[in-house]
């Protein structure tokens, strides 16, 4: 109501005020009960909480309230008003609904509303309706719980790279570019620029107490440790697990994030996650050759990596993962679960239905390879992944038998990615590249090139997203920065698809302040000269010399080989190098031999 008082939200949602005393509602009254006088001590406290409660949306929504500094008189302030409840008819377990949102991110007449420096349990004080979440945050699985979905949100979302491009749309939203009112676009712009102000703020502050709240514990894994060597549980090189599995089950504390270092190795059979808050990385994520060199390796036999929903803080960066062979996800099958996938080489994969390469991951996925996997139905390459963002992969050659030889039913921001040359067999099929993108999505600054299906070769006709600055094959609306002229990879028959010289795609993509601190596919800035390229490789037209190492009497000369993008191999030394090298000009160095 205009005081800003909790409500249930009943049938055709109408809602039903609620106070401390008895509401006559029997379902709400059992579940305040059950928060109010069971205590996070009690051996049953979470069993009897989940059977009326959403508890895992309830510990998100308390986070992202608490990132937001919402200091409307809700849950974060311990005020019994300003959210309300639902529960539905299959599923009677309540969720909280969001009302009354515009004292947040900054914005406000408090003071205390632009304090970036807020603490993260500032929830243990509610008392909703006399009920006790200072149990809920304070019982030490879901404790920890919160504390994963809190660092998972600003690993992922809260942060500037991320939503200044979303606050950024608001201003031309609100105020129409074409309005005469200066003064009123003047004052939102100075609105737009604290809110960023107050994300970053807010998000390095959240950070810090999180490190301080929820420490991180080290595993080791490497395939060269002597099995002498490796001791339980695995913490320090020395004493390194030989199996990435074995490593992750010696993580048994809920309480804590795990950070799993792997060296190089091929590592077979399958990883499972088993619901637990690990980061599990490779020696050197960012590193091709380190990606290329530590292995997962499923055999054929199920899922080479498995991610499941007891955990919101789940990550895989840097490895190469083939060789799964599953129902759905045979690369990896994210379960739905808001997992991170960075930094990796997908490929050699298979699933009977949905998602050869992935399957049901909602977090972010970045910078990854995904090629050559394989599904019978659905997304060759991904399938189900609801995330926000997938950010700059390059999703080719993969295949599907029914629809999306590239992407099937991803619900994101599908952003600077290269979908090439995927294809769908089926004689009835749609969508080579892409196949239903909802409305509400976005695909952005991609490439989508070279791709087959017997029905809409590049994206199927159902695909609802908003498609700007893009270079798709064939597509016949301009507008919104889109193009269909030949992108000009460098070699893509052999599975090069950076861009040549002369290329359309070069800084024809939107550009946005947060690309600045992003990386593309190949470890560059994502963003080289003034505004960004369509694709996953930002042009750098270096030049590349094989081999990796040359050895260079005093005084001497060495012979190697250079390439600029297109141009052939030319024989040269490296005092020739030199002497053509000016400013701040860098040799980039591919492995190699003469």
Sequence with gaps: DPNGNLYKMGDNADPEKLTNEDTGDSELEDMLDIL???????PDYLERVEQVIDDDQWLRYIAIDTLMGNMENGLPTGEDSDYALYN????????????????????????????PQRDIFEGYSSVMSGAKLYDLLSNPVTRARYLSIMRELVDTVYKGETLDPIVDATLDVIVDPADEDVIARMYLEEDIAAIKQFISARRQSVLAQLDQA?????????STVPSEHAAYPYMTPDTASPTIQAAIDSCTDPSLVYEIVVQPGVYIGNVVFNGKNIHLRSA?????????ATVVDAGGMGSAVEFSAASSDQLISGFTIRNGSAVNGGGVNGNGVN???TWCVITNNTASQDGGGLYGVSGLIANNIIARNTADRRGGGL???AGNWILNNLVARNKAGEHGGGFADCPAFIVNNTIAYNQVTGTSGSGGGLWTVPSGRLLQNCIVWGNSAANDSQFGSDMAASVDHSCIQGYAITANGNISTDPLFVDAEHNDFYIRVGSPVIEAGLSADWMNSFKDLSGLARKI???????AYEHAFKMVVSPSTVSVPESGTATFYVKLNEAPPLSSSIQVSVQHASGDN???VSAGSQ
């Excluded at 929820?214 to 080791?220: A, D, H, K, L, S």
């Excluded at 994520?285 to 990606?291: C, I, L, Q, S, V």
């Design 529 to 535: 000269g003034d505004n960004v390229d369509m694709g």
């Design 383 to 385: 399938s189900g992944c």
């Design 88 to 115: 539905g008819v299959s599923d009677k377990r309540f969720v909280l609904v969001p009302r009354d949102l515009d004292t947040t991110l900054g914005l406000g007449f408090l003071d205390e509303s632009r304090n």
């Design 586 to 588: 860098s040799i980039y």
């Design 214 to 222: 929820q420490p991180v514990e080290c595993r080791y894994v490497s």
């Design 339 to 341: 997992a991170s996938v």
């Design 36 to 42: 109010r006088y069971t205590s996070a001590d009690d």
């Design 284 to 292: 050197d994520p960012e590193d091709a050759a380190t990606r290329n």
